[in-house]
């Protein structure tokens, strides 16, 4: 079946604009969860969803961040008033749940540069 | 919360050599260690993961161990092969279910 999606795949915003980031879980993925990666980093973890709970948001490095998931599947991410340090590849990924030891998938990222 | 280190952050092999990559964690209540290979410019993936009440386990040339005791756990790879050319990134799952990853090792295998 489909892997993880997300979209879009680059996106140039200017310093202050707002951002939303999407992400299109595994079918049947109960669990989601939105990292970012910097040039040359590790995985910084945002935060996960179990279902469309996110029980624990203090991931999201600042207020400006914000994320929601409906339906059980869908999710978005939110940069609000965007800053050059937003830069990054956001990436996403789903697994099966959370408490478990299942496999997490990653979508393809995406690509935020803000100038 | 939950911090994750790892070494090297660059490594360079051999053709054939061994590699090992050693990462260290600093909460005891982490209970699920995930390995995950990132060829340039694609998603990353699991390669090989550990839970906490493991040693070790292996899984053809990959293996990994668990030292909970000393809070550390390690990658290695026998026999490199240069498709094994990747950044490798550990992981530690805390107990509140979020995802430590270290900052990465850059492995070259050389041919």
């Known amino acids: 079946g489909a892997g993880v999606s997300q979209s879009p795949s680059n996106k140039v915003t200017e310093k202050g604009k707002d951002v939303e980031l999407r992400c299109d879980p595994i079918s049947g993925h109960t669990a989601l969860y939105w990292y970012r990666q910097s040039l040359g980093q590790g995985l910084e973890f945002l935060i996960y969803?179990?279902?469309?709970?996110?029980?624990?948001k203090s991931g999201l490095p600042s207020d400006r961040f914000s994320a929601e998931r409906t339906g059980g599947s869908v999710s978005t991410l939110t940069i609000q008033r965007t800053q050059q340090e937003d830069s990054a590849v956001y990436l996403c990924a789903s697994s099966f749940e959370t408490k478990s030891y299942n496999e997490q998938f990653f979508g393809p990222g995406t690509r935020l540069t803000v100038l | 919360g939950e911090n994750v280190e790892q070494h090297p952050s660059t490594l360079s092999v051999q053709e054939g050599d061994s590699a090992v990559i050693k990462c260290t964690y600093s909460d005891s209540a982490s209970n699920y260690f995930p390995w995950y290979k990132q060829e340039l410019g694609k998603r990353p993936q699991l390669i090989i993961d550990?839970?906490?009440?493991?040693g070790e386990k292996k899984d053809q040339r990959i293996a990994v161990t668990l030292n909970k005791t000393a809070k550390h756990f390690s990658l290695h790879i026998t026999e490199t092969q240069p498709e094994d050319s990747a950044v490798y990134f550990c992981a530690a799952r805390s107990a509140g279910n979020q995802f430590y990853f270290g900052t990465g090792t850059s492995l070259t295998v050389i041919p």
């Open positions: 550990i839970r906490s009440n493991v």
């Open positions: 969803f179990q279902g469309n709970s996110a029980p624990d």
